[in-house]
């Protein structure tokens, strides 16, 4: 494993707080570094705000979420070129994404392929690394810079799990090299929603490979931890970063911050919690455990192991989407939880994506949203999620308001182009749909 960079304390960059953590960047303002979500960011047209940090000498690293490599399928081929043209048109040091999947089904289960909109949690299972080493080879051979893997939060546990999460990280880096990128909040989120010991974790995990920490806010509702980012961080998350902080010193540590944005002085604070207890931190002696580089060859997983996991993986996805039934072994309550928590994370982002749709339709929008979700898939990215939306409101007569009802009509209208050439279902259901509503 190649030396890892010192990165220090940094922040999530988003547009809403570019200014605010362009006045943080450099040592008199705390902020030594930013993480920047890379799928947000084309490398042709950078945001002037990266660049500038940039020119002051400020690292950037792109953390991917689409990635998807605990999944069954073989990393797509585009998506790992994306991420590599981000790492390089930023001058990234390392690139980082997720130990989840977000995505099931397809030629390899014959079943429709479905996006989950959000990470899921990987079974801890044989069968599910051996398959997610093989694809962490393919996209650490695609990618011209070092790849650090995140631990997810989860609201679900797995039937049958086979490891620990600590034992599952450590043969993950064993048989790899990859880095590891822990994130404290999600240690908590676990031990509130799945009884996992945060101290256990860290036991047990190849601490010496952590390339850095997140750090993050959440919140509680009926015995479920939520993992918000939208929220301060809590003291419960800052003892676990404490507890790592005293088992090895991370190389950087870095404040995550998505939703309900404070302002620069209370993000100054957080960052300064964060900064006090790793100068507190005193690393104290333990057995070494370290992994090895990773092999010089990970055997290809079985072509029946990513069936295996495919099937059920796409038979939990389909019934957190889909509505089908709930797989057998799992918590049908939680379950619930999950699926309503990924209606409304979907929600969210087309939101992001299409926010005129909220304009439009007001405080009707979430709960409008919500319940279309559960009968409604997402397949094809959010762009094309928030026009299907669209045609389904305007199709079932709503929203009430004829004046909101002729502006939907018209932002439908203009988005959705001339009718396609495909004879896909779905092209085929945007031609039939402007039809309708051009005769209206």
């Known amino acids: 494993m190649e030396q890892i960079t010192q990165l220090g304390t940094g922040i999530g960059w988003r547009p809403e707080i570019a200014d605010a953590v362009e006045r943080m960047a450099g040592p008199a303002g705390g902020v030594d570094w930013v993480e920047v979500v890379a799928e947000n960011v084309c490398p042709d047209h950078i945001p002037q705000s990266l660049l500038r940090l940039r020119e002051r000498g400020v690292t950037v690293v792109p953390h991917g979420v689409s990635l ?18 981000r790492a390089e048109a930023l001058g990234a040091p390392l690139v980082t994404e997720h130990i989840a999947f977000v995505r ?17 949690p990987v079974p801890r299972t044989r069968d599910a ?40 990280l450590y043969d993950l880096v064993d048989r ?38 997140h750090v993050a806010g959440g919140f509680e509702r009926d015995g479920v931890w939520h993992d918000s980012h939208a929220h301060p961080v809590p003291p419960q998350v800052l003892d676990v970063l404490a507890d790592l902080a005293s088992r090895v010193t991370p190389p950087g540590v870095l404040l995550e911050r998505d939703e309900n944005f404070p302002g620069p002085d209370e993000l100054e604070r957080e960052l300064g919690a964060i900064r006090g207890v790793l100068e ?22 079985e072509p ?10 796409v038979s939990l996805l389909s019934a957190l989407v889909a509505g089908t039934p709930v797989p057998e072994g799992f918590d049908r309550v939680r379950l619930g939880v999950q699926a309503r928590a990924l209606a409304a994370k979907r929600a969210d982002l087309v939101a992001k994506v299409a926010p005129e749709l909220r304009d439009i339709l007001g405080t009707s929008y979430r709960p409008t949203f919500v319940a279309y979700a559960q009968g409604h898939p997402m ?16 199709l079932t007569g709503a929203p009430e308001d004829t004046d909101a009802q002729r502006e939907l009509r018209r932002w439908w209208l203009e988005r959705s182009g001339p009718a396609p050439l495909s004879q896909s279902p779905t092209a085929r259901l945007a031609r039939a749909t402007r039809r309708v509503l051009l005769r209206r």
């Open 68 to 85: 998807g490599l605990g999944g069954a399928d073989r990393p797509d081929e585009q998506r790992l070129r994306n991420l590599a043209g």
């Open 104 to 120: 099931a089904g397809g030629a390899l289960t014959a079943s429709p392929q479905w996006e989950a909109g959000h990470l899921l």
């Open 129 to 168: 690394l051996d398959v997610l080493c093989e694809n962490v080879r393919i996209a650490q051979d695609s990618l011209p810079v070092p790849l650090a893997l995140e631990n997810i939060a989860a609201l679900i546990d797995w039937p049958g799990e086979e490891m620990t999460e600590g034992q599952f």
């Open 176 to 213: 790899t090299g990859v880095r590891l990128l822990i994130d404290v909040a999600n240690l908590h989120t676990n031990h509130v929603n799945r009884g996992e010991d945060p101290a256990k974790a860290l036991d047990e995990l190849p601490v010496e490979a952590i390339a850095y920490v």
């Open 280 to 301: 507190k931190a005193e690393v104290r002696g333990r057995e070494e455990r370290a992994p090895s580089a990773g092999r010089d060859c990970v055997e290809e997983a």
């Open 304 to 313: 029946a192991a990513r069936q295996r996991l495919g099937l059920v993986q």
């Open 379 to 394: 397949a094809d990215g959010y762009r094309r999620d928030a026009l299907s939306f669209a045609e389904h409101v305007l």
